[in-house]
């Protein structure tokens, strides 16, 4: 039997399990429409999220958040599979720059083209976001990606 977790668009009904999966990572909920808009999930074969991912996008920036992979399941590709189906997604919704903000995962990111940048250079949309306001600390790592169109 194939039990590799299905990627697909959240929907509504997927908040409360992505919920516990940030809580779980210790991720901020703050900011995260309930909607699920431009938000992926992971599903294995018996429906249970694995991993979710989720963008915030400001027109041509976006904001990469919320990636999280349950831990059992964590070390097997699913990180690295969310994150690159959410830089396409980001593509497809017309974003150019894709920011994030991490304080655990900076040696993650640059795989996928981010690097590290200096948090006074965040476009403006993104300054105004909750990760930024509130609930990511001002210690926390600033990445930054082209991504292509
Ligand atoms: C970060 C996270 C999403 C990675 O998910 P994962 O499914 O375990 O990652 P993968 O199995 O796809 O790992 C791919 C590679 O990244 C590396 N990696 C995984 N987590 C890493 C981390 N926190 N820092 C640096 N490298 C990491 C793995 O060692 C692996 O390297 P390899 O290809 O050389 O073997 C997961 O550990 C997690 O949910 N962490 C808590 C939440 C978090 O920090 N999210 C990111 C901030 S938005």
């Known amino acids: 039997m194939d039990t590799t977790p299905s990627i697909q668009p959240a929907v509504p009904a997927d908040y409360d399990g992505v919920v516990e999966l940030l809580t779980a990572a210790r991720l901020p909920i703050q900011g995260l429409s309930s909607r699920l808009p431009h938000a992926l999930v992971a599903r294995d074969s018996g429906g249970r999220l694995a991993g979710c991912v989720a963008l915030e996008v400001y027109g041509p920036v976006a904001l990469l958040r919320s990636l999280a992979v349950s831990p059992e ?70 990445m930054h990606a082209r991504v292509r169109g």
């Open 73 to 142: 399941r964590r070390g097997q590709g699913l990180g690295e599979r969310l994150a690159g189906e959410a830089l396409k997604l980001a593509a497809g919704a017309g974003a150019r720059d894709v920011y994030l903000l991490t304080e655990t995962a900076a040696g993650f990111f640059p795989r996928f083209g981010f690097a590290t940048e200096d948090r006074s250079l965040a476009p403006e949309p993104l300054r105004a976001s909750a990760e930024f306001l509130s609930a990511c600390p001002a210690t926390a790592t600033l």
